[in-house]
């Protein structure tokens, strides 16, 4: 068994890791550190995989973080193909399949998430994409073109975003989902309808409120069955049902888990020399005044920098305010905050659920705002949010 001594490591390759290295050496310009990654690539956006790369904006080698140059300046070692299985915390060490173990100072969990699975017959078939990965994309675009016919199964973020990407690309797609409009959890009914909407007139097909049963193969394609006996024939399957935040090498070291691996404001764990960030990490959002989990592009770069700062001493809050974004089609938006359909919303519309910015509210204060085809407006908004001000729906339509 050989042993290996770091002042930090890293376990993921993902956003929140590789942007950890950035805040390390912002502090420690010297000290040792090792990245573990399970994926063939080094660090890479992914966005692009549902949108700019099947657009065309992107080429594959334009989507990658950082180059090797940058990991040999910084003075890091990088394990790519390399599991991490398990930490033992009083020892402070990382084993990795194979059983290298690898000595830490201080550690990062970016492990993210894992791709939900379906829980049905043939749901592990090869050839369904449980979509996620730089791989995933690049077996996909091999596989489909023009006349393709694609069923997205899930109508959030990832199932909108692949199906629109899809669609431009002139593959014939049915989105099946158990929601009753495309992103329900996030839009009101009346955005998310008028979206909806323009997904059929450009010719994809919904299905809402429905699930799948089974999937099998039958000659050179795929049947669904799903819950209501609908039958639906096509070449691939694409999943994005979310994901399930990585606990697994926290639960081995007997880190708290909740919803995700639980820190406090430091980004600390339950362990004070471990740390996590990104996908898989609970936190409190402090101007929200709620703990929760923010699997998203703006979040995993920011929490990342601070995680690695603070491992490196600098003893930073993580009081940052991440924003989101999509482009639908022609409904490109920004959005930050709590953005819940729960919520009561107010759209303060130029073009009544195309283009404005719609306010979240709760005791008539406001909560999150998603900004519709208007764009450079998240700082005011975040502005909106911090002013933590009781404001009624008549005075926010004075002042908007």
Request: charged letters at 25%; proline letters at 2%.
């Amino acid at each position: 068994m050989a042993e290996n001594n770091f002042k930090y490591v890293i376990v993921g390759g993902g956003l929140a890791g590789c942007y950890a290295i950035d805040g390390i050496r912002s502090q420690d310009s010297a000290g040792s550190v090792l990245l573990i990654s399970m994926e063939s690539y080094l660090p890479y956006d992914r966005p692009p995989l549902t949108k700019k790369l099947w657009f065309g904006k992107k080429k594959v080698e334009d989507i990658f973080i950082r180059d090797r140059q940058y990991f040999v300046e910084n003075g890091t070692k990088v394990l790519l193909e390399t599991q991490a299985v398990s930490i033992d915390a009083a020892n402070k060490t990382v084993t990795c399949e194979g059983e290298e173990t690898y000595h830490y100072e201080k550690l990062l969990l970016a492990t993210g998430g894992t791709p939900r699975r379906l829980n049905i017959e043939g749901s592990d078939r090869k050839e369904i994409y449980y979509y996620r990965y730089l791989d995933d994309y690049l077996r996909l675009k091999s596989h489909v073109s023009e006349g393709t016919n694609a069923l997205v199964i899930g109508g959030g973020f990832i199932g909108s975003e692949i199906a629109a990407a899809l669609n431009v690309n002139k593959v014939h797609v049915t989105i099946l989902m158990d929601g009753p409009y495309l992103v329900d959890r996030v839009f009101p009914r009346s955005v998310g309808t008028a979206i909806q909407q323009d997904y059929v007139r450009r010719g994809v097909k919904i299905l809402s409120q429905d699930s799948a049963v089974s999937i099998t193969k039958r000659d050179h394609f795929l049947s669904a069955t799903t819950k209501s006996n609908r039958v639906i024939n096509s070449d691939v399957v694409i999943v994005g049902i979310g994901i399930e935040p990585s606990t697994e090498l926290a639960e081995s070291a007997s880190l708290e888990v909740g919803n995700g691996i639980v820190v406090n404001e430091f980004l600390e764990t339950s362990n004070k020399d471990i740390y996590a960030a990104g996908d898989n990490a609970c936190f409190p959002y402090q101007v929200l005044g709620i703990d929760t989990r923010v699997e998203h592009w703006d979040n995993a770069i920011n929490q990342g920098k601070t995680a690695g700062m603070n491992m490196a001493g600098a003893h930073t809050p993580y009081n940052y305010m991440p924003y989101f974004f999509s482009d639908l089609f022609d409904f490109g938006y920004e959005a930050v905050g709590l953005v819940s359909s729960q919520l009561q919303t107010y759209g303060d519309w130029e073009k009544e659920n195309e283009k404005g910015i719609l306010y979240y509210i709760q005791d008539s204060q406001v909560r999150g705002a998603m900004m519709c085809n208007v764009w450079n407006k998240v700082n005011e908004a975040r502005e909106w949010i911090r002013s933590n001000k009781q404001i009624s729906l008549a005075k926010l339509r004075r002042e908007t």
